[in-house]
């Protein structure tokens, strides 16, 4: 059994996808000069050159989404490293990359450096919950012209798992289409890499950057699509509103790239937050945001489109109560629509403006339950055990019953690594919180990463090098 939530009718996800498809007949989506505003005139889009702006028919987007595949491989470092994306399993990742780190030891805020990509990788590799990376923080102390790719070198070196980040213009298509070669990927069958691609509200797209995407995706590399309306500020201030401006954005770009290349792997991206209009502030820990992701993802089900949303988002600037329940409550409503991929939160606070190693630790415990109670319970007559129930009758204990010893060590019970339930005294005596203790667990993953053997061997950190280096050769001046 498992938990099964419904936020919105069949009828309601019908409307919002004819809102969008109307809004991309009558006011398209602005690329500017690409290769993929040509691409659409010649499938039949009404283009405006001097604009940069395509109106598609509606036949012309449900054609190009008709080619999407609902299940998408995504590489790790072995066949055994992947995640699948297929209808009904939902999986965890973190996000990136805020430009500043909260750092674990001081408290202090302070620019996010390469070695604390290196660190986080870490902890990530080896927490449960989450099945791919990001590169969960900008190494700003790298050159602008070879972060992005360093940061992708660094991920790449430091997890097992799938690596998703992103691209600025066709420069680094070379250097992405290597890097993912070279550390254990197969392009067509069981990519290294994915990328996401944003797009701009209102109804915008950049036109180099979708360009590079589309160059990748015709390569076989996965491309989260992943608009980012701001209700109120960006997009209309309601949930159907900010969810139709998604939803059409996401189209427009996929029929933009489906165009120039057929059957390429692609992903939904529901980054819709909002502006709060007391503080003037972008928010995407609000209650409202989990309505939208969660409304996305119904209708990315019903578009037949696999899907990624944020879930363990907070506006908090520190581990903490509100960063508690928001992460809680936002995750538990977006994770209950099952979407393929949850992310937003783990190990970020501040929306997504601030990195903390034992966040990491203390969200991967969030992710864990969630998903423990969205499995939901067991019901048949073994579960209920009626004879262990004669057996023990009025006087006996079930502490003692082997059923329960073996039931234990199965799992029957979810044993939290964060969350205290000892006494209040043996608590006082311990002399330690929560954060302390996901402090502890991230020095112990840190020295045992210490003294790992390296993931990639000598050959294939210097390609992830020289990758790195002609991608900022290659980069516009």
Not at 330 to 349: E, F, N, Q, R, W
């Amino acid at each position: 059994m498992r938990a099964q939530v419904h936020w919105t009718t069949a009828a309601e996800r019908a409307l919002i996808v004819e809102e969008a498809l109307g809004l991309l007949e009558r006011v398209g989506m602005r690329f500017g000069p690409c290769d993929a505003l040509d691409a659409m005139a010649e499938a039949g889009a009404i283009v405006d050159r001097e604009q940069g702006v395509a109106r598609m028919p509606a036949e012309l987007v449900r054609g190009a989404l008709a080619q999407c595949s609902r299940r998408v491989v995504l590489g790790g470092l072995t066949p055994a490293d992947d995640c699948v994306l297929e209808e009904g399993v939902a999986h965890f990742t973190n996000s990136g990359a805020p430009p500043k780190t909260l750092d674990m030891e001081t408290g202090e805020r302070r620019s996010s450096t390469t070695q604390d990509l290196v660190d986080a990788t870490a902890v990530l590799d080896v927490i449960e919950s989450t099945d791919i990376v990001w590169p969960i923080v900008a190494a700003t102390d790298q050159p602008n012209d070879r972060r992005m790719m360093a940061e992708l070198a660094t991920a790449l070196a430091h997890t097992r798992k799938h690596v998703q980040h992103e691209v600025e213009g066709r420069w680094q298509v070379e250097a992405v289409r290597r890097m993912s070669e070279a550390t254990g990927g197969d392009l067509r069958e069981r990519p290294r890499v994915s990328l996401v691609c944003c797009t701009a509200s209102p109804l915008l797209a950049h036109g180099e950057l979708l360009d590079a995407s589309t160059d990748l995706a015709a390569l076989g590399i996965p491309i989260v699509i992943y608009p980012m309306p701001i209700a109120g500020g960006t997009a209309p201030i309601t949930v159907a509103g900010a969810v139709t401006m998604n939803i059409a954005e996401f189209m427009g770009t996929a029929t933009a790239m489906l165009l120039r290349a057929p059957q390429a792997p692609i992903i939904m991206g529901a980054g819709v937050s909002l502006l709060d209009m007391r503080q003037t502030t972008y928010s995407l820990g609000a209650l409202e945001t989990g309505l939208m992701a969660a409304t996305c993802v119904e209708i990315a089900h019903e578009l037949g489109v696999p899907c990624l949303a944020p879930a363990l988002a907070s506006d908090a600037k520190r581990p903490g109560i509100q960063a508690a329940f928001e992460k809680a409550l936002k995750g538990l409503t977006v994770a209950s629509t099952t979407p393929d991929l949850m992310t937003g939160g783990i190990g970020v606070l501040e929306g997504a403006g601030l990195m903390s190693l034992p966040q990491i630790i203390i969200d991967d415990e969030v992710a864990l339950m969630i998903t423990r109670i969205l499995r939901g319970p067991l019901i048949s007559r073994e579960e209920i055990m009626p004879e262990v129930i004669d057996r023990v009758g009025h006087t006996g204990s079930y502490l003692a019953e082997k059923e329960t010893r073996r039931r234990l060590h199965a799992g029957e019970q979810f044993m939290p690594a964060i969350a205290d339930r000892r006494s209040y005294e043996q608590w006082q005596a311990s002399g330690s919180d929560e954060l302390e203790t996901a402090k502890g667990r991230v020095r112990q993953i840190l020295a045992d990463a210490a003294t790992a053997e390296p993931l990639l061997d000598e050959d294939r950190l210097r390609e992830l090098d020289a990758c790195v280096a002609a991608s900022a050769a290659a980069a516009p001046r």
